[in-house]
């Protein structure tokens, strides 16, 4: 805009040079706000993948990815210790997929449920009801699981697999201990729950009404429309809330961390103890020696490019299927 | 379409009644109650849960819960009863608070330049990395925070304490409330900002004075979720403020408390005393968070966009 060179005095509605500037200082401002999000994610990135990097040159990223052997040094300059984070990678990845096993059919029958066959009263509560075990702390989980319910559930579960002829297989044999990867899926699939139900919620109100009708109108079942319909119709948005909820696994700390048993052993069994990335950060981040830090946040940035890459999938798949609004606030 | 046409009879005479049941359709209605039976006991799969995690909280809260629980600080030995997480309840909302005081303001400008200047692809950048950051793994936050704030080596050199607490869990409620709030501001009806234009206002003006305040109601709603998820984290904590055994005032330079991590501590020794007080600080969580959640309920319904 060029500046006013008039010479008449100026009338109440001209704007002054302060008011002109103002629009542009704002701006500024909003910009600034908006660009701290990636200062701060950048800075993050950045500052723990070199406080880690001595660990990668040391071990090769590869080698530090597969490596199977966890033996921290107690060195304060150098890398003297070996570090294999697979036992911790294969230990996230098996109680998370355990977890999504439980999870994702519960919550594409209680995302079926609310839809389509609770009074529509009945809806929003059972909503925010499923909702509330996205508000409890991670740390109660594991308060409960720890004197609840791994005592009173999961191992007596897991002991009647193991005596059952499924005991036979490696997978399922004995022995069945009280903090497993079992006590630890099924804390995730609980905690996960939440979080794959709302996306499954939203994809399923998104199937056209029409279609629904239509197929109510040819004689199908109840049943039938949601098996024959509404599921397939809304297949990218049952994925997309899977990876939601997988990424939401991966990170997922405390609850693990107490409840799978923090065993280097990482046995093939489910009832096994064994531990994950997230649970071996907290557990042994104490007693560290500055390389064993830098070893824990390599473990960190393998942790948050898994979560991210998951993540993004996860996003692109969701809004693909036509869901605009994140899910911030869950 | 697996739904098989009936065989039709050859006269009308024999036609049956079209309310008559074939066996065919009477198993396909079996079905459909069975299942619907099925997708019912899969809400029970998860309030039975979520009944006894409360119900377990409850009744093991209650030996150690007392007006005590939140006036004093917890006695130095696990087996001592009695005391409370005075010092756990002042750091959690002494550091969600400062979270909360940067992080909200910071977060609602980011979301007015998002929903204002939000065509380009900068924007689109920013949404796509605020995204990112909203999975990010709590213990991620906790060990960057420590690698930039805490440690000396490299980092800034502050030492455990509340600061670096407050920022990680800022760090944590930062995306959400950015997405939130862009998805309240996206709802304000565009003749509104128009009407505003039409007066005269400049663009600052109209962000500020009519579009925030429409919007406020749910901005505030997702705000106060953000400070509930950021209260109920404990493991950048861990790495962060790493816990103290009385009340800390200072920002810096001292380890700060915090219940989750009191609670930590209670339930890992095998003194009955301290993983009562454990119990309790659960329940002091459930507590903190639900009454912030039923709050942001309520203003959410007085919401008028």
Known sequence: MATATQTDPPSGLQGTSRGRRADPMFRAVVLVSATSVLVVLAAMIIRTTIDAWPVFDAMGIWGFLSGTEWDSGSSRSEVTGTYGAFPFIYGTLKISFVALLFAVPLAIGIALFTNEIAPSGLRKTLASTVDLLAMVPSVVYALVGIYFFRLQIWAPIGQFIADSPLGNLRFFGPPVLLSSYWSAANILAIMILPIITAICREAFAQVPRDEVNAAYAMGATRWEVMRHVIVPRSFAGIVGGTMLGLGRALGETIAIAYLIGSSQRWAPQLFFGGDAMTSVIVNTFADSAPEGIWALLAIGVALFFITMIVNVLARLIVHRAGRFAGDAAL | ?305
Do not use: C
Not at chain 2, 156 to 179: E, K, W, Y
Not at chain 2, 272 to 292: C, P
């Open chain 2, 1 to 305: 379409m697996s739904v098989e046409t009936p065989v039709r009879p050859s006269s009308p005479a024999d036609r049956p009644s079209l309310s008559e049941k074939t066996p065919n359709v009477r198993r396909r209605e079996l079905v459909s109650r069975v299942m619907t039976v099925v997708l019912g006991l899969t809400v029970l799969a998860a309030i039975i849960p979520l009944v006894l995690l409360l119900w377990q909280v409850f009744i093991n809260a209650l030996p150690a819960l007392s007006l005590e629980f939140i006036t004093q600080v917890e006695p130095l030995s696990y087996r001592e009863e009695g005391g409370g997480y005075l010092h756990g309840i002042v750091g959690t909302l002494y550091m969600t608070g400062i979270a909360a005081l940067v992080t909200i303001p910071l977060g609602i400008l980011a979301a007015i330049y998002l929903t204002e200047y939000g065509g380009g692809a900068y924007a689109n950048i920013v949404r796509f990395f605020t995204d990112v950051m909203t999975g990010t793994p709590s213990v991620f936050v906790g060990l960057a925070v420590y690698a930039l704030l805490v440690s000396g080596a490299g980092g800034l050199g502050l030492g455990f304490g509340t600061l670096a607490g407050a920022t990680a869990l800022g760090i944590l409620m930062l995306p959400i409330v950015v997405r939130s709030t862009e998805e309240m501001l996206r709802l304000v009806p565009e003749d509104l900002k128009n009407a505003s234009y039409g007066l005269g206002a400049r663009r600052w003006q109209t962000a500020l004075r009519v579009t925030l305040p429409a919007a406020a109601p749910g901005i505030t709603t997702g705000a106060i979720l953000a400070v509930a998820r950021g209260a109920g984290e404990t493991a950048p904590l861990i790495l962060t403020a790493l816990g103290a055994r009385e009340v800390i005032g200072s920002l810096w330079g001292r380890p700060q408390a915090d219940v989750g991590l009191l609670m930590v501590d209670g339930f890992n020794q095998p003194f009955q005393a301290g993983i009562d007080r454990a119990w309790a600080g659960g329940f002091t969580l459930i507590a903190i968070v639900l009454i912030l959640s039923i709050v942001a309920r309520f203003v959410a319904r007085k919401s008028q966009v």
